[in-house]
Every structure is written in structure tokens, then in C-alpha cells.
């Protein structure tokens, strides 16, 4: 999972992100709200976690621009000193999921973290078969049928696949689907994710004609999108 830490306290952060690496996760650290936001513009993460006192702004305004400004409903987490209740109720009514107060404890933090990855991860994705019209996705043959067919995929094309469809809509860094399709430490360039986008869009056929579009954005990434048949 790819996160993105907002935590001006250098201790707090190196023991969140050795917690997150022990995981397995890829986090990012950030320590002002100005850079935090411009990675977020840019880039993709699966959760964010926020501090509220901030050197230049705080957390409920960073997750308040979030929630108005980031395409996609990601979890977030507050790490912070501040244990009032009033604090608490502000924090979620501004749009947060789930509030923690320091000292964090490894075992706690990480338990928050995995529920609210499940939370984010629709019935439909847990299980092995996901029907995405005309596509068909098998998890347990590793395989997509598509109008009837089988596709011929290597590994990576279909975790890539994989990723696309699990994220409709969303607008996926290439940085994201680096991480996310060949591990947080591939030394890889960006071209071959641009290169892999390319076949699983020919394989898979896909195009507005079979309802759905695989667009590039410039200099940020892809999104695959549902439309109608005759758009």
C-alpha cells in the first residue's frame, strides 16, 4: 500500500515510515502542508495519515482541501497530541476515518491502517471473480475473458489490468502503478508503465465501442473510465 505521511516531527516520522516499511508498506513523508498537497496533486496514494499542528497550516485543513479537491474517497487517518473530544468530532466532521492520539503504538496504528484498507476494498473486490461488462476478471486463473474470450496477458499486464479496473475512475500516478504492478523498489522508468498501458489496452480491446476509455493524462498518469456504449 502506497501512503502518504503529513508529520513535522522527524522522530515521529522515521518510526511511522520503519513501521510502515515492516509491513510492507511504501510510505511517503511530508513535512508541511504546502509540499503535502502538491504530492497529492500529482501523485496517487492508497491512505493518508495528517498530524494536526503544522508548521505552515493545519490537519483539518489539509483534509478538509482534500476532500474538496482529490478525485478519489481516501482514507485518512489522524496521528496527533490533541485528545479532546471536541478535537476528535472536528477531525471527523471535516472528513477524516479514523483518529489516533499520540504516543501511537505500533500495533494499534497498523491495525487502523489494515481496517481502513478494508474498508475502502468493495465486496465486489475480495472476491475471485469480478464481471465488468464485456470483461470477465478470474482471480483464481489469473485470467480476463474478454465478450467470451480469453486474453492472452503476461504476469504483469494482468496485475496491471488488475489495478485499472479495482481503481474505475480514479486517476492513477504512474509512480502509483509502478509501485502498486512491479514493487516499491523496481528500478523502472516510467516507460514501462506507459509501455504495459499500451498492450493491456490493445489486448483487452479497450475502447468506447466496448463501453469502456483508457485515457493518459498529461504528465500524471491514467484513468480508466466507464461510458456508455455509444459514446
Not at 511530508?30 to 499542528?53: C, H, M, P, Q
Not at 489539509?62 to 489522524?78: A, K, M, T
Not at 502509483?176 to 516510467?190: C, Q
Not at 493524462?217 to 480508466?224: A, I, S
Amino acid at each position: 500500500m502506497r501512503i502518504a505521511l503529513l508529520e513535522d516531527d522527524p522522530a515521529q516520522t522515521e518510526l511511522i515510515q520503519s513501521w510502515m516499511s515492516e509491513a510492507g508498506h511504501n510510505c511517503h513523508a511530508f513535512s508541511n502542508g504546502k509540499a503535502y498537497r502538491e504530492a497529492l496533486s500529482d501523485e496517487t496514494f492508497d491512505t493518508l495519515i495528517v498530524d494536526w499542528n503544522l508548521p505552515d497550516c493545519t490537519g483539518i485543513e489539509i483534509v478538509q482541501w482534500v476532500r474538496s479537491n482529490v478525485d478519489w474517497h481516501i482514507p485518512v487517518l489522524f496521528i496527533t497530541s490533541r485528545d479532546q473530544e471536541e478535537d476528535v468530532v472536528t477531525a471527523l466532521e471535516a472528513g477524516a476515518d479514523d483518529y489516533m492520539t499520540k504516543p501511537a503504538k505500533q500495533r494499534e496504528t497498523m491495525a487502523r491502517i489494515a481496517a481502513l484498507e478494508r474498508r475502502a476494498v468493495t465486496t465486489d473486490e475480495t472476491g475471485e471473480r469480478h464481471e465488468y461488462p464485456p470483461f470477465v476478471i478470474d482471480m483464481a486463473q489469473r485470467q480476463i475473458v474478454a465478450d467470451g474470450k480469453p486474453v492472452d496477458l503476461t504476469n504483469k499486464e494482468f496485475e496491471l489490468a488488475i489495478v485499472l479496473f479495482r481503481n474505475v475512475g480514479r486517476l492513477l500516478s504512474r509512480s502509483y502503478l509502478l509501485e502498486k504492478v512491479w514493487g516499491t523498489k523496481a528500478d523502472l522508468t516510467t516507460r514501462t508503465v506507459d509501455t504495459h498501458v499500451s498492450r493491456v489496452r490493445i489486448k483487452l480491446g479497450i475502447r468506447p465501442e466496448s463501453g469502456w476509455r483508457l485515457n493518459a493524462v498529461y504528465h500524471h498518469g491514467y484513468r480508466l473510465e466507464h461510458i456508455s456504449g455509444d459514446a
